[in-house]
């Protein structure tokens, strides 16, 4: 059941008007690309159904004010990502600035090709595992959940320049521990 934009448009309407049956056809339709990308930032099936409940219920609590300049599963992935960082600050993760002051040009092979040719599904993994939060972020959201530069600048808050080098970054990360930790061996 994908709906179309007006579709969700009216039922954001409808749910605004307090029609709760209304919000559910929203959970159902989003909770799903939510999840995913909670899953794979937290690896953790109960804490990922944790983040997403309570990021409906902030958006369930907020509807009021919610205006549809961004897309809603774009404005729920920035109320998981900002719980996902205060689950972090509890457990004292460090969050990594990576706003970046120029955007390094790249001659390289096309990424999506490289990632879904060269590399099983468990490498993918593995190498992105190892990249700063941020840069998972932008190669999820890019790669894995489909959004462009902008949806990814708005849903994290940087600029469009500043999501193109965090992506360049790590792209060159991501090819040096592939050709490291498998291309040594051939």
Sequence with gaps: MSSTAPDLLAQIKRAKEGDTEAFGELYQELYS?????????????E????????????????????????????????IAVRLLINEGKKKGALQLDLDA????????????????????????????????EGEKDVIYLKYIDDKNNSEIAEILSKTEGNIRVIEHRALKKIRKMYDEKYKKDE
């Design 33 to 45: 690309p939510l999840f995913r990308y909670v899953i794979f930032k937290c690896r953790d099936v």
């Design 101 to 132: 002051e120029e955007f390094i040009e790249s001659g390289e092979e096309s990424v999506t090709e490289f990632l879904n040719t060269e590399l099983e599904f468990g490498q993918v993994k593995e190498i992105i595992d190892n990249l700063p």
């Design 47 to 78: 804490k990922a159904k944790d983040i997403v409940s309570e990021t409906f219920l902030k958006w369930y609590e907020s509807l009021d004010r919610y205006e549809a300049k961004i897309k809603p599963i774009n404005y729920l992935i920035t």
